[in-house]
């Protein structure tokens, strides 16, 4: 079953742009985490939020984490071309179990 | 060091057989994961080791899938009489503690014939 659920599904914009995507999760997590997919490889870890936190930032990706709504976004500033690829949200439940990803928004920036 | 790695990278293999998945996790990494990824979808889980035992094997979709990491470090994911829709990617990853971020590997592609 998958939790994290983002929005939107595909997103295209201009280079230079801002990125925006969000997800909605059900139960109560321990973290959450951003990963990034570029097309036939493995994810790679972004960014992992705490449920204490309210917002995080790593060079141009801000994070923002809102547990009464059980929402997450993520921000890219300035996209760049080499920002193209799938982007997932997942959730840790308890700290000591599996993470649970949502189905992904996939980035296209044109330049 | 080197991340983690995947062989082979890609395997097909006909419908019935049995086929084998290994996983090189970074080293010193005590926890180890293994997710399938069909096209267009999210990582699934299917089974989640914490040193040598399988602390969550709650993802494996049935008693054709299998897998062990004997000295908790390598993992080798089994997959039994083969069907079409075991077709995927799978993908392995390795963390340092359970609640630390992932480190996943390429996957390998998976086609069932």
């Known amino acids: 079953s998958q939790q994290g659920e983002e929005d939107p599904q595909a997103l295209s914009i201009q280079e230079g742009e801002n990125a925006t995507m969000n997800c909605s999760y059900k139960?109560?997590?321990?973290?959450l985490q951003w990963y990034r997919q570029n097309s036939g490889r493995g994810l790679v870890h972004l960014i992992l939020?705490?449920?204490?936190?309210r917002e995080k930032h790593s060079g141009r990706l801000r994070v923002t984490l809102d547990t009464s709504k059980k929402s997450s976004s993520l921000l890219i500033t300035a996209s760049r071309a080499a920002d193209t690829a799938s982007y997932f949200c997942a959730t840790d439940p308890s700290g000591n179990t599996p993470l649970v990803f949502g189905k992904g928004t996939r980035l296209s920036v044109i330049a | 060091g080197a991340g983690v790695s995947q062989t082979p990278s890609n395997k097909v293999t006909e419908k019935g057989k049995y086929v084998e998945l290994r996983c090189d996790p970074i080293s010193g990494h005590t926890a180890l994961y293994w997710y399938r990824q069909s096209l267009g979808q999210g990582p699934e889980f299917l089974i989640y080791?914490?040193?040598?035992?399988?602390?969550?094997d709650s993802g494996l979709p049935n008693d054709r899938f299998f897998a062990v990491r004997p000295e908790g470090s390598v993992s080798t994911l089994k997959i039994q009489r083969t069907e079409r829709g075991d077709s995927a990617v799978y993908l392995c990853?390795?963390?340092?503690?359970?609640?630390?971020?992932?480190?996943f590997g390429n996957g390998t592609r998976l086609t069932v014939t």
């Open positions: 080791f914490q040193g040598t035992g399988a602390a969550d």
């Open positions: 990853a390795s963390s340092f503690q359970a609640d630390s971020p992932l480190h």
């Open positions: 939020i705490r449920s204490n936190e």
């Open positions: 139960t109560s997590i321990n973290n």
